[in-house]
């Protein structure tokens, strides 16, 4: 299928949010000033900022964000002038006082992220979303662990609670562009509000997967600067400008401005480059939440394993996201099952 080129691409930029899993939550106001004011320029439609795991992610489970999420919500929101400032939020994480919060500090979009079997648990943060103004999103994550019809109804599940747009996110970077097809074909010819796609690097497909969610009919496409992101990161925003606009496609970004922005802005404060190695392609393959990695490191180190081993055994017992307590239990009994043997 090709694009329609006519048709408007909303690039939503996550490295602020998504990446924040990549930087261990230790953005300053500094530099979420000088990314939220970059990304402004550049032309982004929405700008999401929140810890890794959205509102009030920042805890023992998930990790401690440097800087309170709420103070970098307010700097964004000082630079922000013409994208809209988005934020995450998990429910049971996050709650809707959260929420309040996040709205009086300036955020004007939620994406309300769920298991994909679990979009029930979202209702009432969507209402309250758009109670307080915002635009409310539905995000279904580990979108590869149910088939397209399954997520079909549960995409259904936000129309209902009033989302104005649904997004899919591969958050195990698991798909290919035949699982991306199958999903965002049956999602754009059946709902009756637009759809968004969230790619992860993991299998090295995210662009390819990102341009084939577009080309299915995805009105909303998940990039990051650089791909800064949870394993091996998101869809990298400056190639999908290139990309997008060397085959015609209208997305309102300013391609050059946006590789000033990665090169200049983003890499210099990346912990560590962003590239597929060994435990992130492990991701991919065995079909784990990307922001496991780095907790797996750690139990890695603390167990002395190899993080794949780690890895494929939380792909086995099909973890899901708010399970990281669990990654040093499994490592436990894999280092107890080493030693025995
Ligand atoms: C909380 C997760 O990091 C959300 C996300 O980006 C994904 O599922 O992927
Ligand atoms: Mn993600």
Redesign the pocket.
Known sequence: MSLDKNRKIHIVD?TL??GS?AVSHSYTVEQVTAIASGLDKVGVDIIELSH???LA?SSINYGFSATPEMELIRAASQVVRRARLGV?L?PGVGTIEDLKEARANGAQVVRV?THVTEADIAIQHLKAARELGMMPVG?L??AHMAPPKKILEQAQIFVDAGAEYVNI???AGYMTPDDVRARISLLVEKLPIPVGF?A?NNLGLAVANALTAAECGADYIDVTCRGL??GAGNAQAEVVAGVFQRLGYSTGLDFYSYMDLAENVVEPIMQRPQIIKSAPLMLGYAGV???FLLHTYRAAEKFHLNPRDILVELGRRGMV?GQEDMIIDVAHALSLAKTEC
Do not use: W
């Open positions: 996550t949010r998504d899993h890794g795991d959205g992610g995450l998990l992220a995000f994550m580990m996110a591969d958050s969230h992860h992101g949870a939440y990307s922001s996201g």
